[in-house]
């Protein structure tokens, strides 16, 4: 699913190292905690997983294509297998809960019927049947991450990467969403957080890989979040 050897990442704008020699083998299936403090290197770790920044040294494989050497016109084509999710939710402000999602669907040139299939099952899933008409401002902040959830598995992928998808959530909320992710990676999807979230790492002790410096200094399986909050 997903194979790092040698992964080294530096900026060439400021000379940072923000990856260090990396190695790390992440199976079809798993749920995996990315965790470590602010500039440790996580969230470039999370942005070479879709090929958002790439490597300066060594090799990365997801999904069976191998991402530094893929063509531009090959990007598409592997970015469909995933499902990206992030803090800040990033939906079209001018389209609605289903023609956001829906939207996803559009750009591969899905059929329609298939997309409303899809859309109205995924919107099901995260539980917004009954907001399909509302647009993103009318929306709390979880049900704005419900959708860009809804968004990014609604064409079904295989991985599902995501950066500190519940940083702007209350805690009960945060659960919520955490409860959806769980039943997403219970169907056999690959799950691959970034989180600061101590209480959710240490309650849901699913593998835990921290980066300090650039480095992996911890690969636990049922794992803690293992810093102060």
Excluded: C
């Excluded at 300066?56 to 893929?70: C, F, Q, R, Y």
């Amino acid at each position: 699913m997903i194979h790092m050897q040698g992964i080294t990442k530096i900026y060439e704008d400021n000379g940072a190292m923000a990856l260090n020699n990396i190695n790390v083998d992440i199976e079809a299936g798993e749920f995996v905690f990315i965790v470590g403090a602010s500039g440790s290197g996580k969230s470039s770790f999370i942005r070479l997983l879709f090929r958002e920044v790439l490597p300066s040294e060594g090799v990365l494989i997801v999904n069976g294509m191998d991402v530094p050497n893929l063509k531009k016109n090959e990007v598409p084509a592997f970015r469909r297998t995933l499902g990206v999710i992030f803090q800040d939710y990033r939906l079209l402000p001018d389209k609605t809960v289903y023609e956001n999602v829906a939207f996803a669907m559009q750009v591969i040139e899905a059929p329609r019927r298939l997309i409303q299939r899809s859309v109205n099952s995924v919107l099901d899933v995260v539980g917004l049947q009954d907001k399909y008409k509302a647009f993103p401002s009318q929306l709390s902040g979880g049900e704005q991450q419900r959708v860009a959830i809804a968004r990014a598995i609604v064409n079904r992928p295989s991985l599902v990467i995501a950066d500190e998808p519940t940083g702007n959530l209350d805690p009960e909320t945060s659960w919520d969403i955490m409860d959806i992710f769980h039943r997403i990676n219970q169907s056999g999807t690959t799950i691959v957080m970034a989180t600061h979230d101590k209480h959710i790492v240490d309650t849901m002790r699913r593998r835990v890989i921290a980066i300090e410096d650039g480095n992996i200094v911890r690969d636990e399986q049922r794992g803690g979040y293992g810093y102060e909050a």
